[in-house]
């Protein structure tokens, strides 16, 4: 269960890992040092909360089936 968890887990911060990487490449190239910046936070503030989802269920998953 582990790395599906973890995958589930990556999955969920790749719009930030895609962001930090491409964003200031494209800024440099077009100009642009100011544009979308509320996308872009609304995109890291999505993915954090669906990342942390992923990581509580993560941990409370062993703990249910212990408990029967």
């Known amino acids: 269960m582990f790395p599906i968890m973890f995958i589930l887990f990556l999955l969920c911060l790749y719009p930030i890992i895609k962001l930090i990487i491409y964003l200031p490449m494209k800024n440099i190239f077009k100009n642009q040092q100011n544009s979308h910046k509320r996308s ?3 995109t890291i ?3 954090l909360i669906l990342a942390l989802i992923v990581y509580l269920y993560s941990l409370t998953f062993e703990t249910r ?3 029967n």
């Open 65 to 67: 089936g212990e408990l």
């Open 45 to 47: 503030l999505v993915s």
């Open 40 to 42: 872009s936070f609304l």
